[in-house]
């Protein structure tokens, strides 16, 4: 059996099928082609019998060669080795325009300002009147002058001289480097400079995202990557992974400034937020509270995400100490920095509804319906709605008579300030001190007598409390049946102090003060007067 003869094909016919198959996309199948193309031109030039026409036309082709190896390289991202093609093309051929204009391109691709300019200037030479070749050289000015605005902008921000424009500055340093990394995708610098203004802007999660891209682009041991990412973390939150980076830079770079001034910072930082995490756990609220204070002002203003927690946790510690104005203003502090806080709205909403009234209630309700909005399972979602309802029913009572108010104590009152707050309103609204008063202030004497009496009354038995606590109306607190919101199956309601009516309270109260309060036979004894007696 004769064997079949290997078929030959020329440099030209090579470079047929590498065309081919780079307008199917086979860009790796076309660069096998034009290899084998330009081995074969290469071959032609070296022999020793071809004549000065055939070398002419043969060189003019292996530039080409290179020129369409260096395009498909380009498609699959091999940006320097089309770079090194481009400049074989040029030895081979120093009149291939075509391969100075690729090659600026692929400089500008890379970030190559200069180089991309000196290519594209050696190519005018070639050809002066290429109108295309200066409008692109003039675009690599424009681009350089960006990235420097750019800089100068950042710098700016660094060195402190624009301390009251961050946001300003960083913006107009983002606008133009966006503008930049579209004419030179590649350009590492350039990506360095969008992380750093995207951590100004408070836009920690996008900038991570962009500098580990930037990792996987070769950058791993770029301190000034590293220090981005350091700023990164913490900012999101995360302080330990935050210090490994600062660490890791500081292993290979001992002397790196930046990175060991945010390393210290970061360590008296942590230590102090320990110090408060431990104050809180052994219920050291105060302690808690203060330590919480020191690690906010040692926290840097762009720490958003770690400085919301900090806020968060001294809320905790003022809730704490019930201290409930200080924790609406601590968790909406925290809100403001981080606006899907859920703990923060629900612990703000908590403390709304200690405070009680009815634009509180409100403010409870609102916040609660944020937190379900936000929350992240159905259980959560349920905890919260149930949440919503009780708050409504507060703010029922919000509008009606409101004994907490009355007697001027929190929700969260104890038993011992609830006695407090009574025994000291009592005296105070007791008709005998307002026996010389206008007719007019001995009847708010005497009414607001009755309310603190019947406050008192339901707020220091815990049965009663904890139905009025659920919204059943007053006048259903001694009827076991009766549901929130005045529902209730039969009869029965609340008397008074002890079963007596409010009325008749009064009427007992008149007539001890007709007969004197020196005590004697035909003597009615108050009740309030023994009550107080036993406080």
Not at 403 to 426: H, M, N, P, Q, W
Not at 449 to 472: H, I, T
Not at 476 to 496: I, R
Request: with cysteine.
């Amino acid at each position: 059996m004769e064997e079949e003869e290997e078929v030959i094909l020329t440099h030209a016919e090579h470079k047929a099928q590498g065309n081919e198959l780079y307008k199917s996309k086979d860009y790796r199948g076309a660069i096998a082609h034009y290899t084998l193309a330009i081995e074969a031109a290469k071959s032609e030039l070296e022999d020793a019998d071809a004549d000065e026409f055939v070398a002419t036309e043969t060189t003019s082709l292996l530039a080409s060669y290179y020129g369409n190896r260096a395009a498909a390289l380009t498609m699959i991202l091999k940006y320097r080795d089309a770079i090194e093609d481009c400049d074989a093309a040029l030895a081979v051929d120093p009149s291939f325009t075509k391969a100075y204009v690729r090659k600026a391109k692929l400089q500008m691709t890379l970030g190559d300002l200069d180089g991309a300019k000196k290519s594209f200037s050696l190519g005018m030479v070639r050809d002066p009147n290429d109108s295309a070749m200066l409008k692109q050289k003039e675009e690599v000015d424009t681009i350089k002058k960006r990235f420097g605005i750019a800089s100068d902008m950042l710098e700016k921000v660094r060195s402190g001289k624009s301390s009251s424009f961050v946001r300003r500055d960083s913006t107009q340093a983002l606008r133009q480097i966006e503008i930049v990394i579209a004419a030179c995708p590649e350009m590492n610098e350039a990506g360095l400079i969008k992380v750093e203004a995207l951590i100004n802007l408070q836009r920690s999660e996008e900038a991570y995202a962009l500098s580990t891209k930037l990792l996987r682009k070769g950058m791993s041991q770029n301190s000034t990557l590293l220090l981005l990412r350091a700023r990164c973390l913490f900012n999101m939150g995360n302080l330990d992974d935050s210090l490994k980076h600062l660490r890791q830079i500081l292993a290979g770079d001992p002397d790196n400034k930046p990175a060991f001034k945010l390393l210290k910072e970061l360590r008296s930082l942590s230590k102090k937020k320990e110090e408060a995490d431990t104050a809180y756990k052994s219920r050291n609220f105060e302690g808690a509270r203060d330590c919480y204070s020191e690690a906010l002002e040692l926290c840097p203003a762009d720490a958003t995400a770690y400085k919301a927690k900090l806020y968060f946790n001294r809320g905790s510690a003022n809730a704490a100490l019930r201290n409930h104005e200080e924790v609406v203003k601590d968790c909406s502090s925290a809100i403001e920095l981080d606006d899907e806080y859920v703990k923060a709205y629900m612990r703000r909403a908590a403390s709304y509804l200690v405070q009680g009234g009815e634009a509180e209630c409100q403010s409870a309700i609102r916040d609660y319906e944020k937190a379900s909005k936000l929350a992240k399972t159905e259980e959560q979602e349920r905890d919260i709605n149930k949440k919503i309802r009780s708050a409504q029913v507060q703010l029922k009572r919000a509008k009606r008579k409101d004994f907490y108010k009355i007697l001027g104590v929190s929700l969260d009152a104890t038993d011992a300030e609830i006695k407090k707050a009574y025994r000291k309103l009592a005296l105070k609204w007791h008709p005998d001190r307002h026996s010389n008063s206008t007719e007019e202030e001995k009847t708010k004497a005497e009414a607001t007598f009755r309310d603190v009496n019947l406050a008192y009354e339901v707020l220091s038995d815990p049965v009663k409390k904890q139905r009025y606590d659920e919204g059943v109306e007053e006048q259903d607190l001694d009827n076991p049946h009766a549901q929130p919101g005045g529902m209730h199956s039969h009869g029965g309601g609340m008397g008074g102090m002890g079963g007596i009516d409010p009325d008749l309270l009064f009427q007992m109260f008149m007539q001890q003060q007709q007969g004197g309060m020196g005590g004697g036979s035909g003597e009615v004894a108050c009740p309030v007067v023994s009550t107080l007696a036993r406080l």
